[in-house]
């Protein structure tokens, strides 16, 4: 009876798991994966906030990429749809990965802004709904793309 021997087969780790779905989205969105456009991705999905375009240099700059070229490369994935560019009121541009199951233009989640740290945290559990007052004939708002709550986080 044969035995399938597995040894010399690893399985691919979470790392490769993550760059291989990374390199997929970039081809389906129609560009290429190149080394610059991958690692700025990757950064982003690991991301538990919006990053500034000064936070992503910090980081890879020391890994040989260089902030012009991660600018350019953040413009290309926010214009494909893979990233989204908010700002939180600060005129700070910061940029996260946008999940599939939203239209471009559509707000994915709120966010939140500490006024004594500065801590901007993602919001994905927090549902606001923003309805005509009673007896207002019509709303102003045509359309909601950014949901910014501000006011003190829990280490402050
Ligand atoms: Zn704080
Ligand atoms: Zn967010």
Not at 2 to 29: S, T, Y
Not at 42 to 65: D, K, Q, Y
Not at 88 to 99: A, I, K
Not at 116 to 132: H, N, W
Request: with cysteine.
């Amino acid at each position: 009876m044969a035995h399938k021997k597995q040894a010399g087969r690893r399985k691919p780790g979470a790392r490769e798991r993550a760059l291989a779905e990374i390199r997929g989205d970039i081809r389906a969105a129609g560009m290429r994966g190149t080394a610059p456009r991958i690692a700025v991705l990757e950064r982003l999905r690991r991301a538990r906030a919006p990053l500034s375009h000064a936070e992503l240099t910090a980081e890879l700059v020391p890994l040989g990429f260089d902030r012009a070229t991660i600018y350019r490369n953040l413009v290309d994935l926010v214009e494909a749809g893979l990233v989204s560019r908010i700002e939180l009121g600060d005129h700070v541009w910061r940029y996260e990965v946008r999940h599939r199951d939203h239209a471009v233009g559509e707000a994915e989640h709120s966010h939140f802004v500490c006024n004594d740290c500065g801590t901007v945290s993602c919001l994905p559990e927090v549902s606001i709904a923003i309805r005509p007052a009673p007896g207002s004939r019509r709303s102003v708002v045509a359309e909601i793309s950014d949901i910014v709550l501000k006011g003190r986080c829990e280490s402050c």
